[in-house]
Nanobody
Framework: QVQLVESGGGLVQAGGSLRLSCAAS????????MGWFRQAPGKERDFVAA????????FYADSVKGRFTISRDNAKNTVYLQMNSLKPEDTAVYYC????????????WGQGTQVTVSS
């Protein structure tokens, strides 16, 4: 079983930055990719970014390209999401997730961390 714990959320003004972290523990040897998703109130959960665990290829939603950067530290089993130039529409609960087979299916999820961007 894999456990994912997010941290780094908070309240920030528009234009500011935050860095989210997600630490994985448990059976992490089968990690294929890690991803970040977000869910705003009353909306569905949306993909934000993903990174392959071996090669480090990255993928982003169009809405965050050029502003967010996903990275990983394999030795620490940790994935990060650097968020710059934040906008009020980035306000959401951000979830970390782990995929063990493909980028289209995530098997483990964290509990989420709140990000609030004030205008």
């Amino acid at each position: 079983q894999v456990q994912l714990v997010e941290s780094g959320g908070g309240l920030v003004q528009a234009g500011g930055s935050l860095r989210l972290s997600c630490a994985a523990s448990g059976r992490t040897s089968s990690t294929y990719a890690m991803g970040w998703f977000r869910q705003a109130p009353g909306k569905e959960r949306d993909f934000v970014a993903a990174i392959s665990w071996s090669g480090g290829s990255t993928f982003y939603a169009d809405s965050v390209k050029g502003r967010f950067t996903i990275s990983r530290d394999n030795a620490k089993n940790t994935v990060y999401l650097q968020m710059n130039s934040l906008k009020p529409e980035d306000t959401a609960v951000y979830y970390c997730a782990e995929a063990t087979k493909t980028l289209d299916e995530y098997d483990y999820w964290g509990q989420g961390t709140q990000v609030t961007v004030s205008s």
